[in-house]
């Protein structure tokens, strides 16, 4: 099973998520420590400390955004279903922009 090492406040880790989602990959969530010393467990894990980490079936780690979007790219064909996916998050992300904006205007 694919694991991967993210945090729920980290950007690049929510579009993996969604990505991995969108192309109907199952994977395990890791969740990553705010501190950078406390991330032993990642860094033995994948040999950086950097999120978002894939770490593969293999054991082979791929790190960073870019490289993980580009190893999907490479690996997993995308599903019929993607677009769906993408579009209704990006529905979801504008609801929640607009309620924490009309919250901030009270």
Do not use: F
Request: aromatic letters at 4%.
């Amino acid at each position: 099973m694919i694991e991967l090492w993210q945090t729920e406040w980290c950007p690049a880790s929510r579009r993996i998520r969604e990505r991995l989602t969108e192309l109907d990959v199952s994977y395990i969530a890791r969740q990553v420590p705010v501190e950078r010393a406390a991330r032993g467990t990642l860094i033995a894990a994948t040999a950086a400390d950097t999120i978002p980490a894939l770490v593969l079936e293999g054991g082979s780690a791929v790190i960073d955004e870019v490289a993980i979007g580009a190893w999907l790219d490479a690996h997993v064909p995308g599903p019929e279903g993607a677009l769906a996916h993408r579009t209704k998050a990006a529905k979801a992300r504008r609801r929640e922009l607009e309620l924490a904006a009309s919250e901030l205007t009270r």
